[in-house]
C-alpha cells in the first residue's frame, strides 16, 4: 500500500531558520524539496506583477506571510525602478565586453605575428592586405589556396578555437580570393581607427578599458543581487561557508584520526566560530608537538645510523678518522652500494686522491678519500651521480679516536631518547587532554555541514527562509504537534501548513505493507519505485513470482533445502550476495522454497525421485502420458491470461481512479484491452477445442466457424473502442490503426509467453526421469550421476534461470500493462 505524501511549507524568519531546519533534521520525517529557480521564478513573477494575486505556491505564501508580524506591505516603487535601469545597463554593457575580449584577442594575436604596429589594411592596384578570423579546418583551406596563388599567409591562434589570418599579396589576385572566400567560414576583422599605431600601446588601452568596464559590471551585477532579493522577494541560497566548512571538518576528523581519539564523546556543542577557532589553536599546538617529535626522530635515526657505521668501522680494524683540519687537504667519508664500488673507483681515478674502502655487513662500501681542496667539489659531483651518500658533515664534530667518538654519539643518543620520550609523553597529554574538545568540534562542524547543505534547498530573502519538503501523511500528526510546540519556543516566529502535491508535481511516496510481504518490495524496487498516483504492485508482485516459481520448479526435496538456504542467508551470513543484502535474499528463498516444496507435493517429486502426486488425476511418471503434458500446459496458459487480465483490470481501475476516464476506456490496457483481449482468447478457445474444466467448462471444436461466434464480435468490439481513442483524442488515425495490429500480434505472444512455465516443469521432470531410469540401469552411476550431480545442478543452475525467468514473466508480461515505476523513494533528511 503506497502511502500519501503531503507537501509541508514553512515560512520562517531569517533570525530562525537554523534552529527551524535543525529540528526537522532531529525528527526525521521530513523529505527536503529542493527549491529551484523554476519556484524562485514563479515567486519573483508575482511579485513584480502587481495587476493579479500571486499565483500557486506565492498566493498561498502571502497567507502564511500574514501571520507574520514584521512582515508588512512593500511598494518598492524606486527599487523597482532602479532595477529596471540596472538591468538595461547591464543589457548594453554585456556586448561592449564581448566586443572589447575580442579585440584584445585580436591585438594579442597580431603581437604573436611579430607585428610591432597596427598594419594598414588596404587594397592598392598593386597590393592587398586583409586580416580575419577563421577555424582550424577552415585555416587548412586558406593555406592551400594561398600556397598555390603567391598569397603570403600568417597566422596564430585565438582563444576557443579561433585564428587570426594575415593574407598579403598583389592586388589582381584579390577578386579571386574574395570568391574564395564565399566557400569558407571567416569573419573579417576592422579594427577601430581610434587605436594607437603601436601593438603594446593599443592592448594596454583595450586592457585599461576591460578592466574598467569588467569592475562597473561587477558593481552594478552586485546591486542588481541586492535589489533583487528587496523586490523579487526570493532568491535560492547560495552558500559559500560549505567549502570552509567541509575543509575545517576534514582538518578535525583528520586530527582524530592521526590522536586515535575517534572513541571520544562530543560533550558541547559549539559554534561555527568556536570550532574554527579552537581548531585552529589545537592543529598549531598539534603540529609544534608533531615537528618537535619528527625533529628528535630524525636526530635519533640519523645518530644510530652512525653508530652502527662506527661499530663496523672499529670490527673491520679502523681505528681513527680525521674529518677536517687540513689547509689544503679535504676528507671526503660515505657510502656506495656494492655494486657501484667500480664506478666509484673510476670516478676519482684520474684526480689526485687516496682511496680506502671498508666493506660493511649490509653489502655497502663505507669510503675514505683524501684529495686536494680544489678537486673535493668535482670528484663530490662525480660521486653523487652514482648515488654516493656522503657522511663526512655527520661525523664532524666527533673525536678523531673511534671509541672516543662512539661513546660520545651513545651519549647523545641516550639524551635524544629522554627528548623523544618527553616530547611522546607531551603528545599522549594533548591527546588525552583534547580528545573531547576534538569530537566536539568534529560533531558541530559535521552538524552546521549539514544545516547550510539542508539551506541550500530552499529559497531566502532579506528577512524571511522559505522550507518546504514532503512528509508522509501518517506522520503528519506528530510533526504538527513537534512544530505547534517549536512555534511557542521561538515566540511564533514562524508559519507552516500542509498541502496536496500540485498535478505536476512527483511527490516521493512510503509502502506500508504487511510483514510477511515487505521482503518483495526489493522486487518492486528493482523495477522501479511506485509513483504517486500508482498502486503498490508488493502483495501481488510476491504471490505470483513465487507462484511461478513453483510450477517451474516442483521438488519438494529440493524446496526443504532452498528454504534451509534462505535461513542460512537470512539469520547466519551477514553482507551482500549478488549486490543485495544477505538477510533479504534469505527471506525472498524462504519463500520460493515453499512454493517448490508445494508444488512438488502435487507433482509427485523429491530430489529428482518419482513420488505418488498429490495432483488429482496424476500418477508417478505423468511426463511419459502426452495428457499429462498438455495439462501441464494448459495450466500455465490459463495462468498467464488470468494474469493478463488481472494487469489490465489494474490499469483501468488506476486510470479511473485519477480521473482519466477516457485512457480507461479507451486504451488497450483498459477497458476496451479486456473487451478485445477476452474476446480473442474466448475465439481461439472455440476454434481449437478446450477444455477448461473437463467435464464443467468445454468448448467445442469450431474451426473457422469461431469467427461466426460471439467471443469474436466481442473481441471486434474492444478493437472498435480502440479505434474511437484517437477519434476523440484528436490523434492521429493511421498510426493507432497501425498500432492495432501490433496490439492482436501481442495478445498472441503475451499468452505463449507463459508456456515456459511448463517448458520449465517439464525440464524439471525430465531429470527426474533420467535419475529414474539412472537407478534402474546402474545403481552406482545413478547415485553419483544422477541423484547427486543432477541435484547439484538443479538446485544452482536451474534454480537460478527459473527465478529469473519468474522475474522476467513479472516484469515484461505483468507490470508492462499497468505499472510505470518512475516513483522516487520517501527518504527523510535526518542529521547523523
Not at 464480435?713 to 495490429?741: C, D, Q, T, V, W
Request: charged share 30%.
Amino acid at each position: 500500500m503506497i502511502i500519501p505524501a503531503r507537501k509541508l511549507v514553512i515560512v520562517t524568519l531569517r533570525d530562525h531558520e537554523r534552529r527551524v531546519i535543525r529540528r526537522l533534521g532531529e525528527l526525521g520525517v521530513v523529505q527536503l524539496r529542493r527549491l529551484g529557480e523554476e519556484d524562485a521564478r514563479r515567486i519573483r513573477e508575482a511579485e513584480a506583477d502587481k495587476l493579479r494575486e500571486l499565483e500557486e505556491l506565492s498566493g498561498k505564501l502571502i497567507q502564511l506571510w500574514q501571520e507574520l508580524s514584521r512582515l508588512g506591505a512593500v511598494e518598492g516603487g524606486e527599487d523597482y525602478r532602479r532595477y529596471i535601469e540596472l538591468r538595461n545597463r547591464l543589457e548594453k554593457l554585456y556586448p561592449r565586453r564581448d566586443e572589447l575580449r575580442k579585440l584584445k584577442s585580436i591585438l594579442k594575436g597580431l603581437r604573436s605575428l611579430g607585428e610591432e604596429e597596427i598594419p594598414v589594411f588596404h587594397r592598392s592596384d598593386t597590393l592587398f592586405s586583409k586580416l580575419l578570423m577563421t577555424s582550424r579546418s577552415e585555416l587548412s583551406k586558406l593555406a592551400d589556396y594561398a600556397s598555390k596563388n603567391d598569397i603570403a599567409i600568417f597566422s596564430a591562434e585565438l582563444s576557443g578555437g579561433e585564428y587570426l589570418v594575415h593574407l598579403i599579396g598583389l592586388g589582381d589576385k584579390l577578386e579571386k580570393l574574395q570568391a574564395m572566400l564565399e566557400s569558407v567560414y571567416h569573419e573579417e576583422v576592422v579594427l577601430p581607427a581610434s587605436l594607437p599605431r603601436s601593438c603594446r600601446e593599443a592592448l594596454a588601452a583595450v586592457e585599461a578599458e576591460l578592466d574598467r568596464l569588467e569592475d562597473e559590471i561587477r558593481s552594478a551585477e552586485a546591486e542588481l543581487r541586492r535589489l533583487k532579493e528587496r523586490i523579487a522577494g526570493f532568491v535560492r541560497e547560495d552558500s559559500p561557508s560549505i567549502p570552509i566548512l567541509t575543509k575545517l571538518r576534514q582538518d578535525a576528523l583528520r586530527l582524530q584520526k592521526e590522536l586515535l581519539a575517534g572513541g571520544a564523546e562530543a560533550h558541547e556543542e559549539l559554534s561555527i566560530e568556536e570550532a574554527s577557532k579552537l581548531l585552529e589553536n589545537l592543529l598549531k599546538e598539534y603540529r609544534r608537538i608533531r615537528e618537535r617529535l619528527a625533529s628528535v626522530q630524525e636526530k635519533r635515526r640519523d645518530l644510530e645510523e652512525v653508530k652502527k657505521i662506527l661499530e663496523e668501522l672499529l670490527s673491520k680494524g679502523v681505528k681513527k678518522i680525521e674529518v677536517g683540519g687540513y689547509e689544503n687537504l679535504s676528507v671526503i667519508l660515505g657510502l656506495v652500494k656494492g655494486e657501484d664500488a667500480e664506478k666509484a673507483r673510476q670516478a676519482i681515478s684520474e684526480k689526485p686522491a687516496v682511496l680506502k674502502e671498508v666493506k660493511l655487513s649490509d653489502g655497502r662500501i663505507f669510503l675514505l678519500i683524501a684529495c686536494l681542496k680544489e678537486y673535493s667539489d668535482d670528484i663530490l659531483t662525480s660521486l653523487k651521480s652514482i648515488g654516493f651518500e656522503e657522511f663526512t658533515k655527520r661525523l664532524e664534530g666527533l673525536d678523531e679516536d673511534l671509541h672516543v667518538a662512539l661513546e660520545k654519539v651513545d651519549e647523545r643518543l641516550k639524551a635524544l631518547r629522554e627528548d623523544e620520550k618527553k616530547v611522546l609523553v607531551e603528545l599522549e597529554k594533548f591527546r588525552r587532554e583534547n580528545a573531547a574538545k576534538i569530537a566536539s568540534i568534529a560533531r558541530s562542524l559535521e552538524l552546521n555541514l549539514r544545516i547550510e547543505e539542508a539551506l541550500m534547498n530552499t529559497l531566502r530573502s532579506e528577512e524571511l527562509r522559505i522550507i518546504q519538503g514532503w512528509v508522509s501523511e501518517d506522520k503528519i500528526p506528530s510533526l504538527t504537534a513537534e512544530l505547534n510546540e517549536l512555534r511557542e519556543r521561538i515566540g511564533k516566529g514562524f508559519a507552516y501548513r500542509f498541502e496536496k502535491p500540485r498535478s505536476d508535481e512527483e511527490a516521493p511516496t512510503a509502502l506500508k505493507n504487511p510483514k510477511i510481504f515487505k521482503v518483495f518490495e526489493s522486487l518492486v524496487a528493482q523495477y522501479g519505485w511506485p509513483g504517486y498516483r500508482e498502486v503498490d504492485p508488493t502483495i501481488i508482485s510476491g504471490i505470483l513470482w513465487t507462484l511461478m516459481f513453483g510450477l517451474m520448479f516442483p521438488d519438494l526435496g529440493q524446496g526443504i533445502v532452498i528454504i534451509g538456504l534462505g535461513i542460512f542467508f537470512s539469520r547466519v551470513l551477514k553482507g551482500r550476495v549478488l549486490g543485495m543484502i544477505a538477510k533479504k535474499i534469505g527471506r525472498l528463498m524462504i519463500w520460493l522454497g515453499v512454493s517448490a516444496s508445494f508444488f512438488g507435493l502435487l507433482f509427485g517429486e523429491f530430489f529428482l525421485t518419482e513420488v505418488q502426486p498429490l495432483a488429482p488425476g496424476l500418477r508417478p511418471g505423468w511426463l511419459e502420458d502426452p495428457s499429462g503434458t498438455i495439462w501441464l500446459l494448459k495450466i500455465a496458459i490459463f495462468f498467464g491470461i488470468a494474469q493478463i487480465i488481472l494487469a489490465m483490470s489494474i490499469s483501468a481501475w488506476n486510470e479511473l481512479k485519477h480521473g482519466e476516464i477516457r485512457e480507461a476506456i479507451f486504451s488497450h490496457h483498459g477497458v476496451a484491452g479486456i473487451i478485445a483481449f477476452i474476446g480473442f482468447i474466448l475465439t481461439a478457445f472455440h476454434f481449437l477445442g478446450i477444455a477448461v474444466i473437463p467435464g464443467v467448462l468445454e468448448f467445442p471444436e469450431l474451426g473457422m466457424k469461431a469467427l461466426q461466434t460471439w467471443p469474436f464480435y466481442l473481441m471486434l468490439a474492444g478493437f472498435a473502442l480502440m479505434i474511437l481513442r484517437p477519434i476523440i483524442s484528436k490523434e492521429s488515425f493511421a498510426m493507432n490503426m497501425g498500432n492495432l495490429l501490433e496490439i492482436a500480434i501481442a495478445f498472441l505472444a503475451n499468452t505463449f509467453s507463459y508456456a515456459r512455465i511448463a517448458g520449465f516443469a517439464i525440464v524439471h521432470a525430465a531429470l527426474a526421469m533420467v535419475v529414474h531410469r539412472m537407478l534402474h540401469a546402474n545403481l552406482i552411476m545413478g547415485i553419483g550421476m544422477g541423484l547427486i550431480f543432477l541435484n547439484l545442478f538443479a538446485l544452482s543452475i536451474e534454480l537460478l534461470v527459473c527465478m529469473i525467468q519468474a522475474l522476467r514473466l513479472l516484469y515484461y508480461e505483468f507490470y508492462s500493462k499497468f505499472y510505470r515505476g518512475m516513483g522516487r523513494l520517501y527518504t527523510p533528511w535526518r542529521l547523523r
